[in-house]
């Protein structure tokens, strides 16, 4: 499969659109099953509040809130897709470009230093462009994901050691949780990447923070670590945009990997309730969209 950089420019520029106004079905299932179990008064008219929010931004086609985010674009690529790397990127990046100037939306990206904003949701290294590989024989996937500061500014890391043990992880798991308390926007999706390198732990809590609802880790024991951290973050009491209830978070997902016999390196990243994404495929028969 040849893939046309002119259709990858242009379903990036409506990824990051759809991404904004329109939240994936699991998210609004998961914030109407935190409101159906919710036992706290103030929290129910929290989460009603979010539900009435979300309904208004369809029916008026607006955004679902105003931090439009750092740009953050993963791909997958099947086996047989014919592509120039460097073509790709380029057209993910034009294509953000033009979703921030042309609906317009509000460039959240600055120079690090000067703190410049060249209002076009781009710049050095940005958008955050992650390329991995699959099975499938002629596809590639390209998902978007805007992360607001709220919960991006809520990353944590610590370089665990074997003798803090499992319990070491569940306490700065927590820990963290407590730490960011109403900051991002709960209920959340609480993303913990454990094991690999630094780098790799910090990435694959960004990974768990932003996959579906619902979805398991894929290893035995981080999806029983799963459950257990979830019931614990949910027994804190932080509550929806942390004015106190039962649904502090959606769920804890996990990411792990195989690390070094001396290191137990484990991250947290938090989604917020508006936990946003947007997907395109494409093969030989076109483009398809979803979450």
Known sequence: MQLQMKAVEEACKELYIRALKVLPDDVKAGIERLNQGESDARAQVVLKTMITNIAVAEREDNLLCQDTGLPIYKVKIGRNVQLDGMELKAAIRKGCERATTEYPLRSSVVHPITR???????GIDMPAISIDF???D????????PKGSGSE???FLKMAIPADGINGVKAFVIDSVVSAGGKTCPP??????????????????????????????????????????TAAVNKLGIGPQGLGGDGTAFAVHIELAHTHITLNPVAVNMQCHS?????????????????
């Open 116 to 122: 410049k904003n060249n209002h076009t949701s781009c």
């Open 134 to 136: 699959c099975d499938d």
């Open 138 to 145: 002629e596809m590639i996937e390209i998902e978007m994901v």
């Open 153 to 155: 500014n809520n990353s």
């Open 188 to 229: 959340t999706i609480v993303g913990v990447g454990i094991g690999g390198t630094s780098e790799q732990c910090v990435a694959m809590a960004k990974r768990a923070a932003t996959r579906a609802l619902g979805s398991v880790c894929s290893d035995e024991e981080g999806a029983k670590l799963e459950q257990e951290l």
């Open 275 to 291: 936990a946003r994404r947007a997907r395109a495929t494409f093969t030989p028969d076109g483009v398809t969209y979803g979450f």
